[in-house]
């Protein structure tokens, strides 16, 4: 197993393997639900990891699918380390816990931004500043629990692995004022420093750049160590997330990606060009 684990990739995985078993039995969620005397919800929330299970209703779920030997063991012990606490635990009633709970265990995170900081490289007054203009009339208490939730996942580019980030940020999430002059340069400064890092690639995409394949949005695609985690597409709106697992859909994501980091200013320059940003900040 990687050096770092993530319960919410575990559950994912095994959702994955249970799906695809019940598939190869022949069986609905139905039949399946029916057998279980329990939900239809409950099979299929297991079954796209929204949900932990239990070893019991892991094994009862074998049971019917007549899986038996190594392959039972090896998903008996996948549900337990799904069912793992991990840190983010806490702020399972903040939005962007199942993000921090996928990066926990991304190899690779490709992300192209057209309007924001990515929350990995924010500043906990640019995080604050952001978060009270997209949630008017927001509580205090929430808007700091989701500043704190974004620190928190900032841990990971302190570890002794982190993964690899290529990111490509459109030059409006640089000159948009976010907060005071000060909460800019810091925040610019503060993307200067982890354009720095080896493991980070930080490109961005000129205005002069014109009409491009992203304009309709930002997006993440996140590449798990292990090929039984397959690649995910992680999309943001107001209002939830969006999650695309279809090969289809993923290959036309990196496909985009190629393109917008063909299109964009090289690595090399970012540093300079925040800087410069940064002196012009008041």
Not at 47 to 67: A, N, P
Not at 241 to 263: C, G, Q, S, T
């Amino acid at each position: 197993m990687p050096a770092r684990t993530s319960p919410t990739v575990r559950r994912r995985r095994l959702g994955i393997e249970l799906r695809r078993l019940r598939e190869g039995a022949g069986l609905t969620i139905d039949q399946v639900a029916e057998q279980l005397e329990c939900s239809l919800s409950k099979i299929s929330r297991i079954e796209k990891g929204q949900v932990s299970t239990t070893t019991r209703d892991v094994r009862d779920l074998l049971e019917i699918y007549g899986i038996g030997g190594e392959p039972r063991a090896e998903l008996i012990q996948l549900a337990r380390e799904a069912r793992q606490t991990s840190w983010w635990k806490a702020y399972s009633d903040t939005r962007g816990v199942l993000l921090a709970g996928l990066e926990a265990e991304a190899a690779t995170i490709r992300q192209y931004e057209v309007l924001l900081v990515p929350g990995l490289f924010q500043t906990a007054d640019y995080a604050r500043a952001l978060l009270r203009a997209l949630l008017p009339g927001g509580e205090p208490e929430e808007i700091e629990r989701r500043v704190q939730l974004r620190m928190k996942r900032q841990a990971l580019l302190a570890q002794d692995d982190p993964p690899t980030q290529w990111v490509v940020l459109d030059e409006a999430a640089l000159r948009r004022p976010v907060g005071e002059w000060q909460v800019r340069r810091e925040q610019l400064l503060r993307l200067a420093e982890v354009a720095e890092l080896p493991e980070i690639t930080l490109q961005v995409l000129p205005f002069a750049a014109g009409e491009h394949a992203a304009m309709d949005g930002a997006f993440t695609i996140l590449t798990f160590p292990e090929q039984a985690h397959p690649d995910i597409v992680y999309v943001e709106h107001r209002t939830g997330d969006l999650w695309l697992e279809n090969p289809k859909e993923l290959d036309h994501y990196k496909r985009v990606f190629e393109r917008l980091h063909a299109a964009a200013v090289p690595a090399a320059d970012t540093v300079g060009f925040l800087v410069s940003l940064a002196d012009d900040a008041r």
